[in-house]
């Protein structure tokens, strides 16, 4: 069965001096490691520090306010528009400038979903999702806006995009062939249909498919429906 929750439902506990952390998926959750996802809420002036396994891969993902990132991959100023994939073996800081609200994610031991990790891992890299094309669905309203594809990103272990769905739009029943994988809605209200069973959506709520689980969004609200989804 698909989970369905709110970040606000989650007990905020906390990671470092002036950070607030809440675990969103996990083996405890979810019960498989696939992936791990947590919300991160920083005090002005708060710091945390990063650090990716080798073998892992990770990123991060602005959701509000403005961060510095620096480490082994040089030092970057990351605002709302930004997601910042970072490889094993990642060293680094993140300072929030003035308060800031992010996701950081993990997926653990990629090897397991692309055997060419280990002789081609993906570097570190900085995304602007404001300056990506915006593609247009061939079948109804929908957009799209691709973070990381084989392509972009040299490995098949993850894949991610920002879907936005315009009022009155609505996506057609499917399911995810050899995938797991979440979504989190950035803003705007809407409904999921999971497995045949309606849901409400808000800002906030993140929703997790295993694989073959039939579903499909709907925007009945008056503004955009927008989420990522990896």
Same mark, same amino acid.
């Given at each position: 069965?698909?989970?369905?929750?709110?970040?606000?439902?989650?007990?905020?506990?906390?990671?470092?001096?002036?950070?607030?952390? /809440? &675990? =969103?998926?996990?083996?405890?959750?979810?019960?498989?490691? %696939?992936?791990?996802l947590d919300y991160w809420d920083l005090d002005? $002036?708060?710091? +945390?520090? =990063?650090? +990716?396994?080798?073998?892992?891969?990770?990123?991060?993902?602005? =959701?509000?306010?403005?961060?510095? &990132?620096?480490? #082994?991959? $040089?030092?970057?100023?990351?605002? !709302?528009?930004?997601?910042?994939?970072?490889? $094993? $073996?990642?060293?680094? /800081?993140? +300072?929030?400038?003035?308060?800031?609200q992010l996701l950081r994610a993990q997926v653990?031991?990629?090897? /397991?979903?692309?055997?060419? !990790?280990? *002789?081609?891992?993906?570097?570190?890299?900085?995304?602007?999702? #404001?300056?990506?094309?915006?593609?247009? #669905?061939?079948?109804?309203?929908?957009?799209?806006? !691709?973070?990381?594809?084989?392509?972009?990103?040299?490995?098949?272990?993850?894949?991610?995009?920002?879907?936005?769905?315009?009022?009155?739009?609505?996506?057609? %029943?499917? !399911? *995810?062939?050899?995938?797991?994988?979440?979504? @989190?809605?950035?803003?705007?209200?809407?409904?999921? @249909?999971?497995?045949?069973?309606?849901?409400?959506l808000r800002a906030g709520d993140v929703v997790? %498919? @295993?694989?073959?689980?039939?579903? @499909?969004?709907?925007?009945?609200? #008056?503004? %955009? &429906?927008?989420?990522?989804?990896?």
């Amino acid at each position: 069965m698909p989970k369905i929750f709110n970040k606000d439902a989650i007990e905020a506990r906390n990671l470092d001096d002036g950070v607030l952390r /809440r &675990l =969103l998926l996990d083996d405890s959750i979810t019960s498989d490691d %696939n992936v791990r996802l947590d919300y991160w809420d920083l005090d002005a $002036g708060s710091a +945390v520090n =990063l650090s +990716v396994a080798a073998g892992d891969i990770a990123w991060l993902q602005i =959701l509000g306010g403005e961060v510095g &990132l620096s480490g #082994s991959e $040089g030092s970057h100023t990351l605002g !709302y528009q930004h997601l910042t994939f970072l490889p $094993g $073996g990642f060293q680094g /800081r993140v +300072v929030s400038i003035e308060g800031a609200q992010l996701l950081r994610a993990q997926v653990p031991d990629a090897v /397991r979903f692309d055997p060419e !990790y280990i *002789h081609q891992p993906p570097g570190f890299r900085v995304v602007d999702w #404001s300056e990506e094309p915006v593609l247009d #669905s061939t079948h109804d309203a929908r957009k799209r806006i !691709y973070f990381v594809t084989p392509k972009l990103f040299a490995t098949k272990a993850i894949s991610g995009e920002m879907i936005i769905y315009p009022p009155d739009t609505i996506g057609s %029943n499917h !399911y *995810h062939e050899g995938a797991e994988h979440f979504q @989190y809605v950035i803003s705007g209200e809407g409904i999921v @249909y999971a497995n045949d069973e309606p849901h409400r959506l808000r800002a906030g709520d993140v929703v997790y %498919n @295993y694989e073959r689980e039939c579903h @499909y969004f709907e925007c009945n609200g #008056s503004e %955009n &429906l927008v989420f990522v989804e990896f």
